[in-house]
């Protein structure tokens, strides 16, 4: 499994907006039916050159790509920044394949030419599972209340 911390630029001020782990499709594949929903395939990510690396040179990133398109992954936004929001606000948010029209310019990138040079990789050995992706639909995850009894196994850490 991998975990990837994701910041909004790859700047030196930039913001820690979320995380994604990215596992493997023979795990991926080791999970319940109802959890798959909540990961995504990353072969069109990578493979439509909306998935890149930031100054990374790009024989590493052929390298690191070529092993990306194979995995599943699980997204978390924490914060929001479009919305202009100084600090996070609001619920966490389950992400899924995101991509901004503007990425291009602002990155220096040609989905076009990433695309053609990509056009070999290939993806999970079985497939995308028919139930990654959200299962082709939207999921939002909820707030709700609930009462809380406290434990007395359980340590509790003060600060």
Partial sequence: MRQCL???TPEADAKLIGLEYMISENLFLTLPDEEKPLWHSHLYE????????????GPIE???????????????????????DNLP????????????????????VSF??????????????HGIHPLANG??????PKLREVDCKPADSVPRVFV
């Fill in 112 to 125: 076009e030419k990433e695309r053609a040079k990509r056009a070999e990789l290939t993806g999970p050995t």
């Fill in 135 to 140: 299962g082709g639909k939207g999921l939002i």
């Fill in 46 to 57: 990578v493979k439509s050159g909306v998935l890149f690396m930031p100054r990374v040179p």
């Fill in 6 to 8: 994701i910041y909004d």
């Fill in 62 to 84: 052929r390298h690191g790509l070529d092993k990306v398109c194979k995995t599943y992954g699980k997204t978390i936004h924490f914060w929001q920044v479009d919305k202009g």
């Fill in 89 to 108: 606000l609001g619920l966490p948010q389950l992400m899924m394949a995101l991509t901004r029209d503007e990425v291009e310019k602002r990155f220096g």
